[in-house]
């Protein structure tokens, strides 16, 4: 068997978390398995064995059937493949859902660009389903630019190393504003702007990414994936205000001078 990813697993307890598994990815005789170990570490020698709730993970699970009228890319070797993190399958089809919804998203983009947007350019495919959707491929996000220690927000904001790093990146505000208004214009709301779905061209231009939770308004985000501290939890319905207040969080990282400044707490 080969080991293809591991994520330990915590649940809240009395203000704090407990380790309660760590989650497995493998693959044997071709076919792919998610798991649980009660070890924290799981390295290439575990064996199955070790390990409990072994599932298969079959492709309709991740691999939408392929929409009429997509746009194909036949050759994707200087593309960006985004696919699916099979650590995160639970069973069902939400993994091809999401993967479903981006590429309806993205072939929307894909007809109105914008220099703020990732270039989309299409999917790959087999059997009639979708694998992977290519994208043209960034340097670095926002995140590793400046932040590349990854501190969380309240520490970031007052760590005096960072703030020669702060005070340049506030060049992107305006850029970053710009694709998300080219968004709605388009009837798609973001739902995770962060550091890290920014990417920084080149020719140092900010590029918004990563359309998996993205949705017309309206629609239900149970299923969305957003990211920890830069959303309000609160709120279950695809917004434009998910999409300024997320704006207004990253003006705070990048110009504010105190946590207390920030909407969102981590």
């Known amino acids: 068997m080969e080991v293809l990813n591991a994520r330990q697993c915590f649940t809240p307890v ?34 199955a064995d070790n390990l409990r709730d072994i599932k298969p ?7 939408p059937l392929l929409p009429p ?14 696919q699916p993190n099979l650590i995160s399958f639970e069973g069902g089809v939400t993994l091809a859902n999401l993967v479903l919804k981006e590429l309806i998203a993205c072939e ?29 491929q960034y340097p670095e996000n926002l995140m590793g630019k400046i932040n590349p220690g990854h501190l969380n927000k309240s520490t970031f904001i007052l760590s005096e190393g960072c703030i020669a790093a702060r005070k340049m990146a506030t060049r992107y505000l305006s850029g970053i504003e710009g694709g998300i208004q080219h968004l709605h214009a388009l009837g798609i709301i973001h ?14 231009t900010p590029v918004i990414i990563d359309f998996d939770t993205s949705s017309a308004p309206g629609t239900l985000l149970d ?35 105190s946590p207390e400044e920030f909407q969102f707490k981590e």
């Open 223 to 257: 299923q969305a994936k957003r990211t920890y501290g830069w959303f309000d939890p609160g709120v279950r319905v695809s917004q434009e205000s998910n999409d300024l207040d997320a704006l207004k969080e990253l003006r705070v990282w990048l110009t504010g001078s």
């Open 108 to 136: 929307v983009i894909r007809k109105h660009p914008h220099p703020n947007i990732a270039t989309y350019y299409g999917c790959i495919a087999s059997d009639g389903r979708v694998t992977g959707l290519c994208f043209k």
């Open 57 to 63: 993970i079959p492709p309709q699970a991740y691999r």
């Open 69 to 82: 009228g997509c746009t194909i890319v036949l050759d994707s070797s200087d593309c960006y493949i985004k």
């Open 14 to 47: 009395d203000g704090g978390i407990d380790f309660i598994y760590t989650k497995v990815l493998f693959r044997q005789d071709g076919v792919t398995y998610c798991a649980k170990s009660s070890n924290r570490r799981v390295d290439s020698a575990v064996g």
């Open 191 to 204: 739902n995770d702007l962060n550091p890290a779905n920014v990417m920084i061209t080149e020719d140092d």
